[in-house]
């Protein structure tokens, strides 16, 4: 995020910039590079002109208020919530479900309260991938990977599987975004007792302003992000508005973090979104980094939505492992657990074999 304040710091090592008394010059006292006062001044205007822009920036907000509708009572009237007695995960169902086993932590829980507390979403995204076919892509996931322990591949069994409707907040935005890129450039020449390297240093100034499209973020913190966002993209052009009957035999997880809550998260994936697609046109150089950003949004709205998930529970040596399949695209994500003794049999392996090798090398350059 660009600063709203402005450092005098020397552009070739970063330290604190001095004005020499008695002298038309400017100084670095740790470099001791020289800069007279028109040339701090240029270098400078545009940082000062991007702190402003900063301060303004900060103050901006997204447009949460429209997110998500009221229930109507003929609707609320059908849906249920319980609570997990054990871990404290807050599950909605249909009126139909009076008992099932928690998500997150397999536990049996059995209390079904009229549903309410929360925002009707605007769209859902049906489930398009089966039961079956989360099994079957578990299977598949696994299938190959020669580290697993033979026990888990033998005998593992999908101990628990549930179809989970989970709250996102998705964030449109047009904006105008602007970054300083430095461009590095080196020369190696040689010269008659060393090799020198000269590097030439650029800065490389972009802007442009993009539209970004249902940016997702999960409003539930019993969702794993790092699986939820693993999982994605999800295809929005399949989204349609949201109508209690999509609940119907499937689990809905009530969301637990609110749209405005989920800004940063959206902030920080629009800025690095604006970084990349600004960074794709730096060309030329033989390194690149950006050194500063800012992203203004000029129009934005949130909408609330469900998403299908499969989860997935296996249990291995007492230890639960979950895994995460999108209900709508297939893509499955997870952690298997790891055998010890076969890794420590590869590299005894590897070992094996490069020893002679090594040996016959090492023989040669003797002879």
């Known amino acids: 995020m660009a600063d709203s304040s402005v450092a005098y710091q ?29 040339t701090v ?12 822009a900063a301060q303004n920036a900060k103050e901006e907000q997204w447009k949460t208020e429209n997110a998500g509708k009221e229930w109507d009572a003929s609707e609320s009237g059908h849906l249920k919530a319980f609570t997990c007695s054990t871990c404290g995960a807050e599950i909605v169902c249909d009126e139909n479900t009076i008992a099932t086993e928690c998500c997150y932590c397999g536990n049996p829980t059995m209390l079904p309260n009229r549903f309410g507390g929360m925002l009707k979403p605007d769209f859902v995204i049906p489930f398009k991938k089966t039961k079956e076919e989360a099994v079957a892509a578990l299977k598949e996931f696994y299938n190959g990977k020669r580290l697993l322990p033979a026990a888990f591949t033998a005998n593992n069994r999908v101990e628990d599987i549930q179809p989970m409707y989970v709250p ?25 007792n060393e090799t020198v390297t000269e590097t030439r240093v650029y800065q490389c100034i972009r802007s442009g302003h993009m539209d970004f499209r249902r940016i997702p973020v999960d409003g539930s913190t019993k969702m794993d992000d790092t699986y939820m966002e693993s999982i994605e993209p999800f295809d929005y052009s399949e989204m349609v508005p949201f109508s209690p009957a999509y609940l119907t035999g499937f689990l809905a997880d009530k969301y637990d973090v609110s749209a405005e809550d989920s ?3 959206a902030d920080v994936r629009v800025k690095k979104s604006a970084e990349e697609a600004l960074a794709e046109t730096v060309q030329g150089y033989d390194r690149m980094s950006v050194t500063d950003s800012m992203v203004n949004k000029e129009d934005n709205q949130v909408v609330y939505a469900l998403a299908p998930v499969w989860i997935l529970t296996t249990r291995y040596e007492d230890k639960p492992y979950t895994f995460m399949m999108n209900g709508q695209t297939g893509k499955f994500v997870g952690t298997l657990p790891y055998d010890h003794k076969k890794s420590w049999m590869y590299m005894l392996g590897a070992t094996a074999v490069l020893t002679p090798l090594l040996y016959f090398a090492a023989k040669l350059v003797m002879k």
């Open 168 to 192: 996102f907040w998705l964030f449109d935005s047009s904006v105008h975004a602007s970054a300083d890129f430095k461009g590095e450039e080196d020369t190696v020449y040689e010269t008659s």
């Open 263 to 265: 800004v940063e998260r």
């Open 41 to 52: 001044e240029e270098l400078f205007n545009r940082k000062q002109e991007r702190a402003a």
């Open 10 to 38: 020397c552009p070739n090592c970063g330290g604190p910039l001095e004005f020499q008394p008695g002298s038309d010059k400017i100084v670095c006292p740790y470099c001791d590079t020289e800069l007279d006062v028109a």
